[in-house]
């Protein structure tokens, strides 16, 4: 993992002990089927919790792996979950989680500790076909409009 930025951090992380309490939860989901973005969204809406925090949880507090669906367009956006955390990286998440929703899928939702490029967190790659995009000091806003662009 690289340097963090010098700018001050601007949101909080998900504490520890709360993500090995989460990565329990879904390591328990993962077990009636893979981890959609569709169940992963539903389960969050009946505990209440922000889906972005299981994202989260299973970047960091588990070894399983998301199912790569990455629809007809073959997109995958790949947020990373850890550090970026403290600059936003969970709003950027959720705003990938609602754009799924609202186009109904076409695209998958990928999350990982590290994308080796802490220093101008938060950081999220849109994967393409033609080449992956990595968005820097991602705001929710210029994911939406990235995942427009890519699924266009
Ligand atoms: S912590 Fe390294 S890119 Fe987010």
Same mark, same amino acid.
Request: charged fraction near 25%.
């Given at each position: ?68 669906? #990455? $629809?007809? /367009?073959?997109?995958?956006? !790949? ?5 970026? %955390? ?5 709003? *950027? ?36 076909? #033609? $080449?992956? /995009?990595?968005?820097?000091? !991602? ?5 939406? %409009? ?5 699924? *266009?």
């Amino acid at each position: 993992m690289g340097n963090t930025p010098n700018r001050s951090p601007t949101h909080r992380d998900v504490d520890m002990n709360r993500l090995a309490g989460l990565g329990m939860e879904v390591e328990e989901l993962a077990e009636g089927g893979p981890l959609t973005t569709d169940r992963l969204l539903r389960y969050a809406e009946e505990q209440g919790k922000p889906v972005s925090h299981y994202y989260a949880a299973v970047a960091l507090a588990t070894e399983l792996e998301l199912p790569a669906d #990455a $629809g007809p /367009a073959g997109v995958t956006a !790949v947020f990373c979950a850890g550090k970026c %955390q403290s600059w936003g990286a969970l709003d *950027a998440i959720d705003e990938a989680v609602a754009q799924w929703e609202r186009r109904g899928g076409g695209f998958a939702i990928g999350v990982r500790s590290c994308l080796d490029r802490c220093e101008e967190a938060a950081v999220c790659q849109i994967r393409t076909p #033609a $080449g992956t /995009a990595t968005l820097v000091r !991602v705001k929710p806003e210029e994911v939406a %409009q990235a995942l427009d662009e890519a699924l *266009a």
